[in-house]
């Protein structure tokens, strides 16, 4: 087992919660889909923004979601491997879900993965 962080807002981690994470879901206002979940490893590395950062960001950008959460999930490490991609390695701190590539085999296991959302302090 892996545990997994997904910055966003409390309106979204909320649904995620509830349904799984959704590669169709479209941000209000239009743009593309989803199309992966991604997430971290809890320590990271995070090569890109922290995920504080993007929860932060995704409050900011649509304030009337709930503010900013962090959205922890403990995964199976035999979905996580599924995700072992040579453009997004464990090792990089990434785990993405895609379709053929771990999405579904979350997905099934989403009713059993122990997850909890913790808000964040915005500054």
């Known amino acids: 087992m892996a545990i ?10 909320e649904q995620i919660m509830a349904h799984g994470p959704d590669p169709d879901f479209i941000e209000p ?3 593309p889909k989803a199309e992966n979940f991604s997430t971290y490893l809890e320590n990271g590395p995070f090569i890109l923004k922290s995920p504080r950062e993007y929860a932060l960001g995704k409050a900011k950008n649509f304030p009337a979601e709930g503010g ?5 999930m403990d995964v199976p490490d035999e979905i996580i491997d599924l995700t072992d991609l040579a453009l997004c390695p464990r090792r990089s701190g990434v785990i993405q879900f895609d379709r053929g590539f771990g999405f579904e085999e979350l997905l099934a296991a989403w009713p059993t993965i122990a997850k909890r959302i913790d808000p964040v302090e915005e500054p």
């Open 4 to 13: 997994l962080v997904h910055g966003t807002t409390q309106w979204r981690a």
């Open 29 to 31: 206002g239009g743009g």
């Open 68 to 72: 900013p959460v962090i959205l922890t």
